[in-house]
């Protein structure tokens, strides 16, 4: 059963057209990944999906259910951005908890969900810490942490990677994998403009391009493995994004 369906969404702000002919399917449990050129409109496809923006036309559907009236707490997805927002007046397992308080699940189910997530994101140890006592990695991995709590289907990365320094930028794109294969059935999409990223984690590419105007253009340049894209790019632009280095 596939997961998200995306069809004819469009969306632009006042006069100027952002995205245009949004087709795309994302298979349940599958890593997708949206790049392009800054600017092309992959976050706002990304709010679209979390429901944080309403698209100017089309619809989305998660598990075959349209979604676009549902608020974002509805929809069973959950949205990691760069900018980790952590309480900072909370230790790291209030962070944790505070979703789940909020949604009035038991304390056992909550305690056990915070030490799975801990335990699977090496925070074990750091629980009664506060942000401020974190490395920014850590921090990251807490905002990572308290998206897992709520057992979303679906879970949206804003280049969630991009504050962080090179060897943990890797460490931590590492990581995501493996929480992506131990979370099997949970979709991932993760927009990123670094391709390497893009090579190793996606199993589907989905390269945006900016409409600058264009009215014919539909967003999407080309969807596809990291392979088809890198062999078979569809067009000059395809051919052009990915065989620059970023
Ligand atoms: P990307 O994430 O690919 O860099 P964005 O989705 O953030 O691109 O933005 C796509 C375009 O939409 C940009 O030109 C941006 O300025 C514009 N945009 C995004 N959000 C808004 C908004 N709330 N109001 C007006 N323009 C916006
Ligand atoms: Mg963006």
Known sequence: MSTIQLSGVQKGFGATSVLSGVDLTIE?????VFIGPSGCGKSTLLRIIAGLED????????GGVRVNDLEP???????VFQ?????PHMTVKQNLEFGLKHQKLPAAEIDKRVAAAAESLHLTPLLDRKPGALSGGQRQRVAIGRAIVRKPKVFLFDEPLSNLDAALRVKTRVEIAKLHRELNSTSMIYVTHDQVEAMTL?????????LAGQEHLVSIAQV???LELYHHPANRFVAGFIGSPS
Do not use: N, T
């Open 83 to 87: 900018s980790y927002a952590l309480y």
């Open 28 to 32: 349940q449990g599958e890593f997708c």
């Open 224 to 226: 596809g493995s990291p």
């Open 202 to 210: 996606a199993d589907k590419i989905v390269l945006l391009r900016p």
């Open 73 to 79: 707490a509805k929809r069973d997805v959950a949205m």
């Open 55 to 62: 698209p100017s036309d089309g619809d989305i559907r998660i």
